[in-house]
């Protein structure tokens, strides 16, 4: 199998998760009527698919290095499609569907973790930039294939056949998967006899600033998304045309994250496609507040948004070694998980005490300062890791 056909097989696969983690926000109005809920529970419900990140991320990587990658993202998948099953119970009531979403969750912690070191391995020689834009992309495409169709199926169908929906597509990806890759026989298998390698100095060191700046990047995402409108309704926006401004820069980003993976590869110089992404989305979020027309800003937004995620993706590679890749991607994805948890806990905190959405646009651009130090870094530390 070519690196490529992998990275279809993966791209399915992880898009299938952000098809399930979308679901609830795409069926909050069913959700609610159904079981007579209110939104701040529909926020826990969201919340929970990546809760289990906090704890598990670190214990995916290792679980990934001791069994090999394919098994736990079998076992992963499968988790998520029991999480999904449990939801479709006769007579589910709520606790049920809490329980469901964080059975599932933990299923995608694994996904999320494991398969991105297996496209690291497949495209380290070459590529990588690349073929992580692409990869990257399927977080975007499953959220807009679950916001445009679930609503309908609910709509015409009833919330039990959109759950249908969201647990057939989970079962594709795991069929796909399971039958689209098989064992790599050059792959490290666990052995009783000898030391483990074990993560410490650089690459350990490496994996947490490549973290760091993997989750300031989210983090000030996740400020355009999930506080664009709250600074468009403050500039005299109605909410419907705040939602649809803000939904442009999601599609341009869907756009613009492949654009920067190529730009990287093409041109050879990854770390300028990344560290220019960055400066200019940062000036961006400081344009934000100033007055910039907010059409022209917001489809900035999506443009450059996307630029630095594919070579930021790319950067583990050069400071963990493949026997250390897969502890060193729970690492790597623990500290995202929490900066994505507690950056717009932060942001929210700001505009409560300044009155003023702007403020989490001003988070946003010195979420994206931290990633400068943490570049120059991992860039020192590529130089001690081992080969």
């Known amino acids: 199998m070519t690196g490529w056909q992998l990275l279809a097989i993966l791209f399915f696969a992880r898009m299938a998760m952000a098809f399930q983690f979308q679901s609830v926000a795409a069926l909050a109005p069913f959700l609610i009527e159904s079981h007579g809920v209110g939104f701040g529970d529909i926020g826990l419900l969201i919340g929970l698919y990546l809760a289990p990140g906090l704890v598990a991320a670190y214990l995916g990587g290792t679980i990934g290095r001791r069994f090999g990658e394919r098994r736990v993202v079998l076992v992963g998948m499968l988790i998520m499609a029991l999480g999904a099953g449990l939801a479709l119970l006769p007579g589910a009531g709520w606790q049920m569907q809490l329980a469901a979403r964080l059975l599932a969750g933990i299923g995608g912690v694994l996904l999320n973790i494991l398969m991105t070191k297996m496209v690291v391995d497949a495209f380290s020689g070459g590529r990588l930039a690349t073929a992580m834009g692409i990869f990257l992309n399927s977080w975007p495409v499953g959220i807009a294939a679950a916001l445009l169709l679930l609503p309908m199926v609910a709509a015409s169908g009833g919330l039990a056949a959109a759950h249908w929906i969201v647990a057939s597509v989970v079962v594709v990806g795991l069929l796909l998967f399971a039958l689209g890759t098989k064992p790599d026989p050059s792959a490290q298998e666990p052995s009783a006899s000898g030391p483990t390698p074990r993560l410490r100095g650089a690459p350990l060191q490496g994996a947490l600033a490549a973290g760091t700046i993997w989750a300031a990047y989210n983090g000030a995402l996740a400020m355009v998304f999930g506080f664009g409108a709250a600074l468009l309704a403050e500039n005299r926006w109605d909410a419907v045309a705040a939602g649809q401004m803000t939904s442009v820069s999601l599609w341009l980003v869907a756009v613009s994250i492949p654009i920067g993976g190529v730009l990287a590869d093409w041109s050879g110089r990854r770390d300028l496609v990344l560290a220019a992404g960055l400066s200019a989305f940062a000036a961006l979020f400081l ?52 900066g994505t948890m507690g950056a717009p806990l932060v942001a929210g905190w700001l505009i409560e005490v300044t009155g003023s959405a702007a403020s989490a646009f001003y988070f946003g651009a010195f979420l994206l300062a931290i990633c400068a130090p943490a570049m120059l870094i991992t860039k020192r530390l590529a130089r001690q890791a081992p080969a």
């Open 287 to 338: 344009a934000a507040p100033t007055g910039l027309p907010f059409v022209f800003l917001f489809i900035a937004f999506g443009l450059v948004g996307g630029l630095s995620a594919g070579p930021i993706m790319s950067l583990p590679a050069d400071v963990l070694p493949p026997s250390l890749r897969a502890e060193g991607m729970g690492v790597f994805f623990t500290i995202f998980y929490l």
